[in-house]
C-alpha cells in the first residue's frame, strides 16, 4: 500500500479514471493496527486496483472533507469523486472488508 503524504498527491491518485482505494489511518489507532494484520491478503485478492493510505493526522482536512469519522475508513475514488465508503465500525475483521470489496467492486 503506497503511503499518501501530500493533499496534492491525493487529489492526482483519486483522479483516476480506474477505482483506487484508500485506508484512512492514524499511528494511535488500535483497530488499524488490526486491520494491518489481515489487509495483506486482501490487498492480493483485489491487486489490479490502487491501493493506498493516508495517515490523517499527517495530512489534515482530507478526513474532514470525505466525512471519514473514524478510522481505520476504506474509501473508493473514481474520477475524483467518492464511490464508496467503509466506515471504522464496519472494518474490523476480513470479513468486514471483503464484503465492502466484493459490493462494490465485484
Known sequence: MEAIKTE?????I???KDPVIIKF???WCPD?????????????QYNTFGWYEINSDEVQGLAEKYDVMGIPS???FQNGE???HR????TKTPDDVLEFLQEELG
Do not use: T, V
Open 32 to 44: 488499524c493496527k488490526r486491520m494491518d494484520m489481515f489487509i495483506g491478503d486482501i490487498l492480493e
Open 82 to 84: 467518492k464511490l464508496a
Open 14 to 16: 483519486i483522479a483516476s
Open 87 to 90: 466506515h471504522s465500525a464496519y
Open 8 to 12: 496534492d498527491q491525493f487529489n492526482e
Open 25 to 27: 489511518f492514524a499511528d
Open 74 to 76: 476504506l474509501l473508493i
